[in-house]
């Protein structure tokens, strides 16, 4: 499982003073995905054993802004098509991508808007081009969580309007009525 040694490795790499070094592949993907990663299993900010929180409070620490943007576009990544079938309801994990961590999204668009406004502060003390290309990134980076965000969102509203329909149905309401009665 995830452990204590993969945060301070993690915490190292990214305070190395003066260097640019990114986080090695395995270590990125023992925190999104903790030890045990299936084959094409997806990153979520609650996967078990795995730390993307944490992840992302290192990425927020240390500026590495891109990255925290790569990493909540990844893990908010969901199929937002719906479906109000009851037997489609049945195969959904109602406990698996529950927790988001809004409150390190928000600094995440906060230390965006502030890189942004610092950059375009200073573009009339020359080197605008190379500033212009920076705050565009830094805006497109915005646009992306705020796109992952909105499809979270539009996510949640369908998968509670499933489980709305699924509580009113009527096998639903005799299966827990029946429950109700025999544990009286």
């Excluded at 999104?32 to 992302?56: I, M, N, Y």
């Excluded at 909540?72 to 037997?87: F, K, M, N, P, T």
């Excluded at 928000?106 to 605008?128: I, P």
């Excluded at 509203?157 to 109700?180: F, H, N, T």
Aim: glycine share 8%; charged share 25%.
């Amino acid at each position: 499982a995830f452990g204590h040694l993969h945060r301070v490795a993690g915490e190292t790499i990214l305070s190395w003073p003066e260097a640019d070094v990114p986080l090695p592949p395995w270590l990125k993907r023992t925190f999104k995905h903790g030890d045990t990663q299936a084959s094409g299993e997806v990153a979520r900010f609650d996967t078990p054993g795995g730390d993307a929180c944490g992840l992302l409070r290192l990425y927020l620490r240390y500026g590495k802004l891109q990255e925290a943007v790569q990493l909540v576009v990844e893990c908010l990544d969901v199929d937002v098509r719906g479906s109000s079938a009851i037997e489609e309801f049945a195969l959904m994990d109602l406990s698996s991508m529950r927790f988001v961590p809004y409150n390190l999204i928000d600094q995440l668009t906060y230390q965006l808007t502030e890189r942004a406004n610092k950059l375009a502060s200073v573009m009339g003390d020359g080197g605008n081009e190379v500033r212009e290309s920076q705050v565009t990134d830094i805006l497109s980076c915005q646009a992306a969580v705020e796109s992952a965000l909105q499809k979270w969102l539009e996510f949640v509203e369908k998968e509670a309007e499933i489980v709305r329909e699924w509580g009113a149905s009527d096998q639903v309401q005799e299966v827990v009525g029946r429950a109700l009665r025999e544990s009286q």
